[in-house]
């Protein structure tokens, strides 16, 4: 039993910052990666940043380069992404995603439920 939690969205200016968190809680054994991921209405929903557990090793979308940031917290199995510069575009329900093994040894892609970020010019 896994589950995602995603908090910090809300509404902002554009050129103002939010910080989104993710905790997953559960039957962890080990979180592999996480990342975040976001979607609009009749769009695919399109990975934004992610964050591998060995070394930290993180990749954004081309959209974010400068202005996000992906971290976590190993210790709390928390994926933060500190968004900064927002611009309309950002505009999207986030949503945080992590590949766990739990305790039992399976291996899967876990989801949030998501956190609305709406940005205005």
């Known amino acids: 039993q896994v589950r995602l939690v995603e908090s910090g969205g809300g509404l902002v200016q554009a050129g103002g910052s939010l910080r989104l968190s993710c905790a997953a809680s559960?039957?962890?054994?080990?979180?592999?990666?996480m990342a975040w991921y976001r979607q609009n209405p009749g769009k695919q929903r399109e990975l934004v940043a992610t964050?591998?557990?060995?070394?930290?090793?993180?990749n954004y979308a081309d959209s974010v380069k400068g202005r996000f940031t992906i971290s976590r917290d190993n210790a709390k199995n928390t994926v933060y992404l500190q968004m900064n510069s927002l611009k309309p575009e950002d505009t999207a329900v986030y949503y945080c995603n992590a590949n766990i093994r739990t305790l039992s040894l399976r291996r899967d892609d876990y989801w949030g439920q998501g956190t609305q970020v709406t940005v205005s010019s």
């Open positions: 964050i591998i557990t060995s070394g930290a090793i993180t």
């Open positions: 559960g039957s962890i054994f080990s979180i592999n990666a």
